[in-house]
Each structure stands twice: as structure tokens, then as C-alpha cells.
């Protein structure tokens, strides 16, 4: 089902971000080469307020080793993001043991706040971090990993990558290939 969440916005309304919620602050700016955007935050991540803090959480690993990022950063960096091009947020503002401690309705109704940081931020990428991200933002039944034919949002490309979270089973280089495909996407959109 290829849509623009954004059609329908006068072009000269100056899209507004939506206020921060939850544990979590957004990182964003304009012009980002990626927004990551994930279910939600853990609960260590939003007691620490700083994305993708859990302990066993690859996601930073893969960014450095996919080149997205110039060196390993920490968790309590998040907020450097923008200075390499990249931004962070969540389906859902609330944090949760589990992600499948969201009901689907709930997933659903994250699309609209994302529809309003797309049309503030404009990224050239959004990386869903997990096909269930994707498939809850997207309303499709089914992905494949890597560059989407459609995307839900005009002029921004989708990657789906698996999830960085330690309890998703795919060996790390099988990750890291997918991340990979992001780094790949953003040289081309700026090519």
C-alpha cells in the first residue's frame, strides 16, 4: 500500500515537531541523512534517558562497524547523533520490558507523531530497526530486509535492519550487512 502521510499539508505550513513524551527526548535536526526509528524505549534505556542503553544492545557497535558513525559511541553520546547525520526516535513514547507489551493499536497510533517528525526533519533514510517496526508503521504484512520498493513516505527512503537488541537472534555480521545497506543508501542519496 504506497501512501504519503504527508499529502494533504499545505506546502507553505511549517510542519512542527511534536512535543517530547515519554523517558525518551527525540534526536533530531534537519536534513538528517537517517532517522532511526524503533517500537519504543527498554526500560534501562528510559531510566537512563539515552536510546538503545540496554545492556547487550548492538546498535552501537553497528553503527561504527557499518561506517554510519566515525568511531564507537556510547549510549550517553546519543545526542552527537546529528553531528554525524543521523537521528533517533520511537514508534512509542512509553518504555516497556517488551516490545510485546505494545498492542498493535498502539503501534498504529505512533504513525501520525512520525508522519509530523518526517515533515519537520525531512531525513533522505528511515531505518526501522525490526521488520515488526516497519510492518506496524507501514500497515504491510510483510518486508524484506534491506531498501523497501515503496516508501511510506514521499522522497524518504525505507531500510528495514534487524533489530540491534541482544535478543534478536541473527549473528551480528548478518546485522551489520543490513546496516551496511543503510550506509550504502545514504552515499547514494548524496550522490
Not at 127 to 137: D, E, I, Q, R, S
Not at 140 to 148: C, E, F, L
Not at 152 to 174: H, I, K, Y
Request: hydrophobic share 40%.
Amino acid at each position: 500500500m504506497d501512501r504519503d502521510l504527508l499529502s494533504g499539508l499545505p506546502p507553505e505550513a511549517a510542519p512542527t515537531l511534536p512535543d517530547p513524551e515519554g523517558p525518551l527526548p527525540d534526536i533530531l535536526a534537519p536534513g538528517l541523512d537517517c532517522l532511526f526509528v524503533g517500537f519504543n524505549p527498554g526500560l534501562r534505556s528510559g531510566g537512563l534517558g539515552h536510546h538503545y542503553a540496554g545492556r547487550g544492545n548492538q546498535f552501537w557497535r553497528l553503527l561504527a562497524a557499518s561506517g554510519l558513525t566515525p568511531r564507537l559511541m556510547r549510549a550517553e553520546e546519543d545526542a552527537s547523533l546529528p553531528a554525524v547525520g543521523l537521528g533517533s526516535t520511537n514508534l512509542v513514547t512509553r518504555a516497556t520490558a517488551s516490545a510485546a507489551e505494545l498492542s498493535r493499536a498502539e503501534l498504529r497510533g505512533g504513525v501520525p507523531r512520525l508522519a509530523r517528525i518526517v515533515a519537520a526533519v525531512r531525513p533522505a533514510v528511515l531505518a526501522y530497526t525490526g521488520k515488526g517496526v516497519y510492518l506496524a508503521a507501514s500497515g504491510r504484512p510483510d518486508a524484506p530486509w534491506g531498501v523497501q520498493d515503496s516508501a511510506l513516505f514521499v522522497g524518504v527512503a525505507d531500510v528495514v535492519v534487524p533489530s540491534p537488541s541482544g535478543l534478536a537472534r541473527l549473528p551480528f555480521e548478518e546485522k551489520l550487512r543490513w546496516y551496511k545497506a543503510v550506509k550504502n543508501m545514504i552515499d547514494r542519496r548524496r550522490s
